[in-house]
């Protein structure tokens, strides 16, 4: 069974920081993207960034200049490490990855989502 584990969201303060991290675990053979997504009050779930396996970045408008995607696919693992955060900033945040079961194909799995809280 696979799973994708958030961990690293919290509150902090407007203009702190957080590092958000995710791991693929289970059987799979490989990965390929892996991205972000945020849920905050009152919107629909958006994208937040993305990375390739080779590394290529995409960034959402709200996260392009306060925040940096990275992963390690030693680990199987993606970051996402946030500054300058605002009060808009606030929500549930999702890890999602690109996995190839063993024998399978391709499937995009999400993880059960960190709270970030961003307090003035």
């Known amino acids: 069974q696979v799973q994708l584990v958030e961990s690293g969201g919290g509150l902090v303060q407007a203009g702190g920081s957080l590092r958000l991290s995710c791991a693929a675990s289970?059987?799979?053979?490989?990965?390929?993207?892996m991205a972000w997504h945020r849920q905050t009050p009152g919107k629909a779930r958006e994208p937040v960034a993305s990375?390739?396996?080779?590394?290529?970045?995409t960034y959402a408008d709200p996260a392009k200049g306060r925040f940096t995607i990275s992963r390690d696919n030693a680990k199987n693992a993606v970051f996402l490490q946030m500054q300058d955060l605002t009060l808009e900033d606030t929500g549930v945040y999702y890890c999602?990855?690109?996995?190839?079961?063993?024998?399978?194909?391709?499937?995009?799995?999400w993880g059960q989502g960190t709270q970030v809280t961003v307090s003035s």
């Open positions: 289970g059987s799979f053979f490989s990965v390929s993207n």
């Open positions: 999602t990855a690109d996995l190839k079961a063993l024998g399978g194909a391709w499937q995009n799995y």
């Open positions: 990375v390739t396996r080779g590394g290529t970045i």
